[in-house]
């Protein structure tokens, strides 16, 4: 039986709590992945994941952007900064509304505004 699909981080995360290191490098390593675990365990609510039918590997988001996004951001002619490459992302991905309504630059005074009249 696999643990995080299954079960999430909490199994592990008790595990790692009961551990004794019996030296100071054993006992680094394991609080560095105390700290990892406790840091990343909303992101491996895997049980949840499946109960909303989204996909636990990242091989549907690798393949979407070797298929989708790159030749779509590498079409002749293009020159793309990040925010612009993922304004388009997102008004793809159906959440344009959520990230127009996030933008903090979207409150920023547009630079033709700015000369004095």
């Not at 006992?27 to 895997?46: C, L, N, P």
Request: charged share 25%; net charge positive; aromatic share 8%.
């Amino acid at each position: 039986m696999a643990v995080l699909p299954d079960q999430g981080p909490a199994p592990l995360q008790a595990a790692l709590t009961a551990l004794a290191p019996s030296d100071s490098a054993a006992a680094a390593v394991v609080a560095r992945e105390r700290r990892d675990f406790a840091y990343h365990a909303t992101r491996m609510d895997y049980p949840r994941y499946r109960r909303l039918g989204l996909p636990l590997g990242s091989g549907t988001v690798e393949s979407a952007g070797k298929v989708v996004w790159k030749p779509r951001l590498s079409q002749g002619g293009m020159r793309w900064r990040r925010t612009g490459a993922q304004a388009v992302a997102w008004s793809r991905s159906g959440r344009w509304t959520e990230l127009w309504a996030s933008d903090p630059l979207r409150q920023q005074v547009p630079r033709w505004r700015r000369c004095a009249a």
